[in-house]
């Protein structure tokens, strides 16, 4: 059974940092592309950050560009959300999702796998 398991959220002030990470058991995981989604109450599940099996490519959805930074250690078959300056509105569920294929892309239904998610809470 595939599995991602994430780790690292919590409640922190605005202006603070977190760091998550989300270890696979897949054991594809170092050729797949490996992303970040969040959900915030009431919305829609949202593409946050995205990453090639290499690292050699990556893509931040606007709102976070310059505040994260999403990485990737092949060998521990884990991947990693750095998250400084939050902002109250970063608040939501953090997911992290792989794909069974190449390319960078940021809709959810392109994503095969997904963790249970973590809570991330700001306050102002």
């Known amino acids: 059974q595939e599995q991602l398991v994430e780790s690292g959220g919590g409640l922190v002030q605005a202006g603070g940092s977190l760091r998550l990470s989300c270890a696979a058991s897949?054991?594809?995981?170092?050729?797949?592309?490996v992303g970040w989604f969040r959900q915030a109450p009431g919305k829609e599940r949202e593409f946050v950050a995205a990453?090639?099996?290499?690292?050699?490519?990556?893509y931040y959805t606007d709102s976070v560009k310059g505040r994260f930074t999403i990485s990737r250690d092949n060998a521990k078959n884990t991947m990693y959300l750095q998250m400084n300056s939050l902002k109250p509105e970063d608040t939501g569920v953090y997911y992290c999702?792989?794909?069974?294929?190449?390319?960078?892309?940021?809709?959810?239904?392109?994503?095969?796998?997904w963790g249970q998610g973590t809570q991330v809470t700001v306050s102002s």
């Open positions: 897949e054991r594809t995981f170092s050729s797949s592309t």
């Open positions: 990453i090639t099996w290499r690292g050699g490519s990556i």
């Open positions: 999702a792989l794909r069974h294929g190449s390319g960078l892309l940021v809709g959810v239904n392109f994503y095969d796998v």
